[in-house]
């Protein structure tokens, strides 16, 4: 298990330069304290810390200077005093999750600069947890455009790299619930929730994650973003981080350790553990995403400039306006056929009977009458690389098997042979072969799996199968 | 004291890429130069300023970003170094500035007078914003001048461009008289880009102007739009199109800078001198020059 412990906490200094000014200030203190015993106790070997106060607009940036030393005095509460820091970051490990961010399509890079200016959020939450840098740390920035997929996929690449380096990580999130403040200076004693609006949301969503239903906040988080957040950034996204940091699980075990207004905003520190809460887990509906394919560009009207020269294109190409021309399926005595499956791209039948043997023709993803690919085309109608979801291609083709079969009267039990054919064997052998196992691995066909230049359709996997099939 | 009055304002806008172009020992990259169109605006810009007389120069900056009301700089000196959050890899500056306590403990007088919510920052450890550092080398690399340097309230993210000009023109207003009472001659700088979509990736060197232009052909039609009210004279015009341009250009503006210098200087129906234009990854920035004084009976 790569992740031990998952924290929310808040940005604001209060908890750390004045505790002692307000009673909730004290209970948040008192909490971060708990959280960072709890980190301590867990073995984690690694902290990382998602700060919602670090801005980014090239991409995400991941802190990299081994000792940042500096005196961060707050833009608003600068009357609170000064907070000197004093870090030990793992800058192997930073640059270990920028490859690996990189590799899956993210615009990424490490800062490592005398006097670089680490934000509040990032200054509290290592200061208040990690007393005296008991282990090291990484920080990472919250980039002003990413949305959820990018968002997603920056933390996969964290645990990319996290698995690789054999680390065992607490995972912070330094955020505000709602971050309403209040406008005017206010004494300590005013403080309260901005508004019980913010209140109300801001106890809807701890009474989730004490549910341990992470993704579910995830799923909430533009909601959550248009009903209690300033606008200042696109979309509220840490818990979408965490979530992907957790494997997009809906039961963790939670506990809300404190929950207090901030001149105006909601403060909470949670701890978010990754044994199972026994409440079974829950579907979500959005889509579980593996890379980054880049800025769709929707405010280009000519899409040959691209704003992005790097990053692979992703505009979303209709599958049907590619590709060799589709053929009825040759009848014939022995032949099989069906409307359930795609159409052919040459002179063939679906499938040929012989005796108790059904051989098939190659079936790929193409979906019947759309003609659409599962997962996406491997490229668009210029040649151009697309990112594609393997899993997704995969399931497919065992479909159309599945379909062929059916007409044959028969079903996947029926499988004996599969010659499977991939046209990127490392990059997608891994995401094919976990569909196999769910699916035809549980029949039992013997099965060869080849790397190949090319399909004749822009798909990633084919597959040759043979069926017994009594009559 | 009398015959205290704002001088000129500007238009100045901070791009660090501006400083790391010009390689001044002050900043620790160096580069092969870059982004001339604006930086030959800021030539003009500085040769236009040493013809006016002037004791001060306020700055307000939409990178000291406060929620909690305005803020002004309220010690004597800030020493420090100041380093881009965004593109450290251009802009690490080493600075030492001056402030006119009196005449920022007269503006924040005048703001609390106005119903506004404002405060002295006077923690010496404040690392002083790097859009203000930027501006102030800009229009005076020698640091001549002794500066006051006020915050941006984000009201317009708090509430919207709307509140955000009420409270600006307030500030605004605000900011002349207390000028006005203090006797001084001063120069007032809003420093922000107009359009602000950036790229999100940089070039290999950042200095490579093959690959700096607009982000956008909108982009570009509304800067055009808003220097031509500028250079024109149209500022009521140009406060009243404030919230579409802010929203629809993403515009800089959006940190209050411009709406509180025009207000300053008592909504000018003369015409701002254009100094420059260009982009900086992507984004879209004017230098550009309101003359008041020409326009000040018994000034020169
Ligand atoms: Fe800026």
Not at chain 1, 205 to 224: A, C, H, K, M, P
Not at chain 2, 126 to 147: C, M, N, Q
Not at chain 2, 269 to 287: D, F, Q, R
């Amino acid at each position: 298990m790569t992740v031990v412990a998952s924290f929310v906490v808040p940005v604001h200094p209060h908890p750390m330069l004045a505790p002692e000014s307000n009673e909730g200030y004290g209970r948040l203190r008192a909490a971060f304290d708990e959280a960072s015993a709890r980190i301590e106790a867990s073995g984690a070997d690694l902290l990382i810390v998602y700060s919602t106060t670090w801005p980014s607009i090239i991409g995400h940036q991941i802190q990299a200077d081994p000792n940042p030393v500096w005196n961060l005095v707050d833009h608003d509460f600068h009357e609170l005093g000064t907070m000197h820091y004093d870090f030990d970051i793992d800058a192997d490990f930073a640059h270990a999750w920028r490859d690996a961010a990189e590799g899956r399509g993210l615009t990424a890079r490490t800062v490592n600069y005398h006097g670089f200016p680490i934000d509040v959020g990032s200054v509290v939450s290592l200061s208040l947890l990690n007393p005296g840098n008991r282990i090291p740390a990484v920080i990472v920035s919250s980039n002003v455009y990413a949305n959820r997929t990018e968002t997603t996929v920056l933390a996969k690449s964290c645990l990319d790299a996290a698995a690789a380096a054999g680390k065992k990580v607490a995972v912070v999130a330094a955020m505000s619930l709602s971050n309403r403040m209040f406008t005017r200076r206010i004494e300590p004693e005013e403080d309260r929730i901005h508004s019980l609006k913010d209140d109300e949301w801001n106890r809807k969503i701890l009474q989730f994650l004490e549910d341990g239903r992470l993704e579910d906040v995830g799923q909430l988080s533009r909601t959550i973003h248009h009903q209690i957040r300033v606008q200042k950034v696109v979309a509220f996204k840490p818990m979408w981080f965490l979530s992907a940091m957790n494997d997009h699980r809906n039961d963790l075990t939670g506990e809300v350790l404190a929950y207090e207004a901030l001149h105006g905003a909601g403060g909470a520190v949670i701890h978010l553990d990754p044994a199972s809460n026994g409440r079974g887990d829950k579907e979500y509906d959005e889509e579980n995403v593996e890379v980054f394919g880049g800025d769709r560009n929707v405010l280009d009207t000519d899409s040959e400039e691209q704003d992005t020269e790097d990053a692979p294109a992703a505009h979303p190409a209709p599958a049907s306006n590619s590709g060799p021309a589709l053929w009825d399926p040759v009848e014939g005595e022995d032949a099989v056929n069906t409307d359930t499956a795609p159409k052919p791209v040459g002179a063939y039948p679906h499938a040929r009977r012989v005796g108790d043997m059904l051989y098939l023709s190659g079936v790929g993803p193409r979906q019947p009458g759309t003609n659409a690919i599962p997962g996406g085309p491997i490229h668009d109608g210029k040649g151009q690389a697309l990112d594609y979801d393997i899993k997704a291609q995969t399931r497919a083709v065992v479909q159309n098997v599945e379909r062929v079969l059916k007409e044959a009267g028969g079903s996947l039990e029926n499988v004996v042979d599969v010659t499977s054919f991939l046209v990127d064997m490392d990059r997608d052998f891994a995401g094919y072969n976990e569909v196999w196992a769910d699916t035809l691995g549980k029949v039992g066909p013997t099965r060869t799996t080849l790397a190949i230049r090319s399909l004749p359709t822009p798909i990633a996997v084919e597959m040759k199968v043979v069926a017994h099939l009594p009559q | 004291m009398g015959g205290g009055r704002i001088v000129a304002g500007c238009l100045a806008p901070h791009p660090p890429h501006l400083v790391y172009a010009e390689n001044p020992p002050q900043n620790e990259p160096s580069s092969e130069g870059g982004w001339e169109q604006l930086r030959w605006g800021y030539d003009r810009l500085r040769a236009s300023l040493a013809e006016v007389d002037h004791d001060v120069v306020v700055i307000l900056s939409p990178h000291w970003q406060t929620y909690v009301g305005t803020h002004l700089l309220g010690l004597e000196q800030f020493e420090g170094f100041s380093v881009d959050p965004v593109f450290p890899n251009l802009f690490r500056y080493t600075y030492d500035l001056t402030i006119d306590l009196d005449l920022a403990e007269g503006i924040h007088a005048e703001a609390l007078a106005a119903g506004l919510d404002a405060h002295m920052m006077r923690n010496p450890d404040f690392r002083v914003d790097y859009g203000t550092i930027t501006t102030a080398h800009l229009t005076d690399p020698e640091w001549s001048k002794p500066l006051v340097v006020i915050s941006s309230n984000r009201s317009r993210h708090y509430y919207s461009v709307e509140v955000m000009q009420e409270m600006m023109a307030e500030l605004g207003r605000a900011t002349k008289k207390a000028i006005e009472a203090s006797g001084k001659r001063a120069v007032v700088l809003a420093s922000n880009s107009l359009s602000h979509r950036h790229f999100t990736t940089e070039p290999e060197v950042p200095e490579d102007m093959s690959h700096e232009h607009i982000t956008s052909h909108a982009m570009h039609l509304w800067d055009m739009r808003i220097i031509d009210h500028m250079v024109n004279g149209r500022t009521k015009q140009l406060l009243d199109e404030m919230p579409e341009f802010t929203d629809q250009a993403i515009a800089e503006t959006d940190g209050g800078a411009l709406t509180w210098l025009l207000h300053a200087l008592d909504l000018p129906e003369y015409k701002a001198t254009l100094h420059g234009y260009g982009t900086v990854i992507g984004t879209g920035n004017a230098v550009v020059e309101w003359p008041a004084w020409r326009h000040q009976e018994g000034s020169a």
